[in-house]
């Protein structure tokens, strides 16, 4: 025993941890300092003996995190492996629900001695350093720095004494919080320390994000770069001259690097104090104008010359230009474990034959089955309250012409087609049959009024019995699995025979979407928008057919479409209008993959096995009943899955009410109420059909789920909150590249659209499409625009646009 307990603590030590005293081995989670500071508890560890003895360590401050095995992998059976495998699992789910716990539990306390501090108007530690207090509070002797999310979110606490001693909030999170100073203009200065980020705002105006330390600047900035994609990103980094590796510095290019950004480093004087290391330090030797200069140096923002003086004498001077924004922010691969076991062969399979990402089958799949669901089961996300969820789904697959978006949604609703084949099959056979029963009955008919002549005069109680018509069984319907492209009172007389809901795919959804905007559809819309919720009647009234009323209208969607369409689309749903009614934010699961990446020839048979597993699904939620005629099955979370909904639901809650998201993520979020317990129905009826209860697991997958699919609706939605740029990098390329020539040869200064028109280039060949691009360039300062007017010498005709090209596009200096 005290062999594996001097083991164990050597692995920690030689992590770079300060291993504690006592180690104990009852497979809890022992919190100690890694510095061996006795009020310093960001250092844990978590140690078995039983079995195979093994354990993990790590610093919650640092991130770093290990494991521990007295026996290698190599050394161990089959079944022993299995077993550490399962362990080091568990030990990593109760290091995370632990560290959660702890880091809610830090928040609530740093959110109430905030509540109790006063704001700063003065403090030892702001005096000493020259600075102001920005956003901070002060509590007995101590400076208060809040630390925040991307969405406002408290999570913890710097303090500050006044002799400069800085403490983390206990169990507080730190990786990817900060403290703002100023609101955002074009740019954004990330730096390490409270003084070096006052000293920044205070000399330049820019806005500036606190980090804490150098190891949360790459957090950070990769936390800012998602919340704001158009801003230029400045990583203020310490020059930490005299430590081994330079950590701010190195730091600093690193989190800089991840995010595209630049890199300001303070620039000292002659006779530079050994512990000058950043632009506060240099703020008090030179002044904050020496730190503006450094600032003003990193992004270059001193003026050029676009050549030589013009005829006047004067010259003309260019801004530096301001890169692109990045319009198509990143997105969250697919992960195979997102999807339940049954599916998640076949889905793969068919990405991989097809050499197509896996978001599009994955995403027909689950939408094809939540509409054979339908409305015939339904989540009660509450406890107590009747606030009920149908599972119907809208899907969207967007990738450019030649993705294989069709292909994937096709093979994914083979089961649905099957099963719609097949009962159009039985129906044909019940319709032949109910044929006959109305000839046999017509005949009768015929046969009665004969006899009823006959018995008229002698009878008449007889003949008139003998008159009263056959009822006939009512003419037999189909079940409708799939509708393509029906008119809405068309699909609205489907939904009358299949109340319980159906699935409408349209391969190209943009003409779903656009006819939907033309005048005179606003019903066809209203119907639309009526079918996501699932659980509500219509009603058509119209002149020559009459009142039509449906009981239940519940559809589920799926179809693709084009990147240039949906972007164009986004722009017109957020600006306002008939557009802007949820319409487009109901396709919870849209998904725009990455779709580059070297072709790989696959010809395979498909997995056989994992089809069958997928298809029988299919078949079995096909079969499945509602409670009653006219009530679904109510289906309810387990305890444990009840709690996890409502820790997810506060923060989301709240997250939705700010003011931190663009307003058209705000409104596709706020789907997410509808989407993540339908979600978790969904994998639930997939996972355990059983019981009419929501296990964790099946939440958990839909918070995943989630997650992934919010990184999509930010790629979706950046059409409205940045420039299309596609046309306008590519015309910077082209001019980047010295392709931009006349007939000669020669480099081309400026130009007109219609010079770049007639060279045809992929996206550029119209003058219109140019104009567009050019025009985005000089927004960004690549070139100048000028109006050109009419060489005739009255005045005639329409003047024209010209691009003048700033030199640093070429490269010239």
């Known amino acids: 025993m005290n062999d594996t307990l001097e083991q164990f603590r050597q692995a920690i030590t030689a992590a770079g941890i300060e291993a504690p005293d006592d180690i104990h081995d009852d497979g809890a989670i022992h919190r100690f300092s890694p510095s061996g500071r006795g009020s310093d508890k960001a250092a844990w560890y978590m140690l078995h003996t039983d079995g195979i003895p093994a354990g993990a360590f790590g610093d919650w401050r640092s991130g770093l995190q290990s494991t521990w095995c007295a026996k290698s992998d190599s050394a161990m059976t089959a079944t022993e492996l299995a077993d550490h495998r399962q362990r080091v699992k568990a030990m990593k789910a109760q290091r995370d629900a632990d560290l959660l716990a702890?880091?809610?539990?830090?928040?609530?306390?740093?959110?109430a001695l905030l509540a109790q501090a006063d704001a700063a108007t003065a403090h030892p530690y702001l005096s000493a350093k020259g600075v102001k207090g920005h956003g901070l509070k002060v509590f007995s002797d101590k400076l208060l720095i809040p630390m925040r999310d991307t969405a406002g979110k408290l999570h913890s606490l710097q303090a500050i004494t006044p002799d400069g001693e800085k403490r983390f909030h206990p169990g507080g999170r730190i990786k990817g919080c900060y403290h703002s100073i100023g609101k955002p203009a074009g740019r954004l200065v990330i730096a390490e320390g409270y003084a070096t980020a006052a000293s920044i705002h205070e000399?330049?105006?820019?806005?500036?994000?606190?980090?804490?330390?150098?190891?949360?600047?790459?957090?950070?900035?990769?936390?800012?770069?998602?919340?704001?994609?158009?801003?230029?990103?400045?990583?203020?980094?310490?020059?930490?001259?005299?430590?081994?590796?330079?950590?701010?510095?190195?730091k600093g290019t690193a989190a800089a690097l991840a995010v595209g950004g630049l890199v300001a480093v303070p620039s000292f004087p002659a006779g530079r104090p050994d512990k000058a290391t950043d632009f506060n330090d240099l703020a008090v030797i030179a002044g904050l104008d020496a730190v503006k200069a450094c600032m003003d140096a990193a992004i270059e923002s001193v003026a050029t010359h676009a050549g030589s003086a013009s005829a006047t004498g004067q010259i003309d001077l260019w801004p530096e230009p301001t890169p692109l924004p990045n319009a198509l922010p990143p997105v969250q691969a697919f992960d195979a474990d997102l999807l339940p076991v049954a599916l998640r062969g076949w889905v793969m399979d068919i990405a991989h034959r097809m050499q197509c990402p896996p978001d599009f089958p994955a995403v027909a799949a689950l939408v094809a089955l939540s509409s054979l669901i339908g409305a015939r089961a339904v989540v009660q996300p509450k406890a107590r309250d009747d606030w009920q969820v149908v599972p119907n789904l809208w899907g969207m697959t967007i990738g450019r012409p030649g993705v294989k978006k069709s292909p994937a949604l096709s093979e994914a609703l083979k089961p649905l087609n099957r099963l719609q084949a097949d009962e159009f099959e039985l129906h044909q056979a019940a319709h032949d049959a109910w044929e006959l029963d109305c000839k046999v009955s017509a005949m009768q008919d015929n046969a009665n009024e004969k006899?009823?002549?006959?018995?008229?005069?002698?009878?008449?109680?007889?003949?008139?019995?003998?008159?009263?018509?056959?009822?006939?069984?009512?003419?037999?319907?189909?079940?409708?699995y799939t509708v393509n492209d029906a008119t809405v009172e068309k699909l609205g007389e489907l939904l009358m025979h299949n109340p319980w809901g159906t699935l409408s795919y349209r391969d190209e959804l943009y003409g779903l979407l656009t006819g939907l905007d033309k005048q005179g559809q606003e019903g066809s819309r209203a119907f639309y928008l009526q079918s996501y919720d699932g659980n509500q009647g219509y009603t058509f009234d119209r002149i020559g057919r009459g009142t039509t009323h449906i009981?239940?209208?519940?559809?589920?969607?799926?179809?693709?479409?084009?990147?240039?369409?949906?972007?164009?689309?986004?722009?017109?749903?957020?600006?306002?209008?008939?557009?802007?009614?949820?319409?487009?934010?109901?396709?919870?699961?849209?998904?725009?993959?990455?779709?580059?990446g070297e072709y790989v020839h696959v010809d395979q048979w498909p997995d056989t096995p994992a089809k069958q597993a997928a298809w029988a699904v299919f078949e079995r939620l096909a079969a499945l009943q509602p409670a009653s005629d006219l009530d679904a099955t109510v289906w309810r979370f387990d305890d444990d899955a009840q709690a996890l909904f409502v820790e997810w639901l506060i923060p989301f809650e709240n997250e939705i009410r700010g003011d931190e998201l663009h307003p058209a993520m705000v409104s596709h979020l706020s789907k997410y109420r509808k989407l993540i317990p339908a979600l978790a129905l969904v994998f639930a009826m997939i996972d355990t059909p059983e019981g009419g209860v929501i296990h964790e697991p099946e939440l958990l997958r839909a918070l995943a789920w989630g997650d992934y699919l919010r990184t999509h609706a930010s790629r979706l939605y950046a059409a409205a909150v940045t420039p299309e740029t596609t046309g306008a990098a590519a015309l910077l390329v082209k001019i980047r590249a010295g392709k931009l020539a006349d007939k000669d040869g020669v480099i081309l200064d400026s130009f007109t659209p219609r010079q770049v028109a007639i060279k045809h280039w992929a996206g550029l060949d119209t003058p219109d499409a140019v104009r567009k691009a050019a025009d985005v360039l000089a927004d960004f300062d690549w070139l100048r625009r000028e109006v050109v007017q009419s060489g005739d010498a009255l005045g005639r005709g329409r003047p024209s646009d010209r691009y003048t090209i700033n030199p640093r596009a070429r490269g010239a200096a």
């Not at 809610?104 to 740093?110: K, L, N, R, Y």
């Not at 500036?208 to 158009?230: M, S």
């Not at 972007?567 to 725009?592: I, K, N, P």
């Open 551 to 596: 009981p239940r209208v519940c559809l589920a969607m799926i179809g693709g479409i084009q990147p240039g369409r949906i972007q164009e689309y986004v722009r017109g749903a957020v600006a306002g209008g008939s557009a802007d009614d949820g319409l487009l934010q109901r396709f919870g699961l849209a998904v725009w993959p990455d779709t580059g």
């Open 102 to 111: 702890t880091q809610q539990q830090a928040s609530a306390t740093a959110a």
């Open 203 to 250: 000399a330049t105006g820019d806005a500036v994000a606190v980090a804490f330390n150098a190891g949360n600047l790459e957090a950070v900035a990769l936390a800012l770069r998602a919340k704001y994609p158009a801003l230029v990103l400045i990583v203020a980094a310490d020059d930490d001259h005299l430590t081994d590796g330079n950590p701010g510095l190195s």
């Open 451 to 480: 006899r009823a002549k006959g018995l008229a005069g002698k009878d008449p109680a007889a003949a008139r019995a003998l008159l009263e018509p056959v009822v006939l069984p009512a003419e037999p319907t189909a079940r409708r």
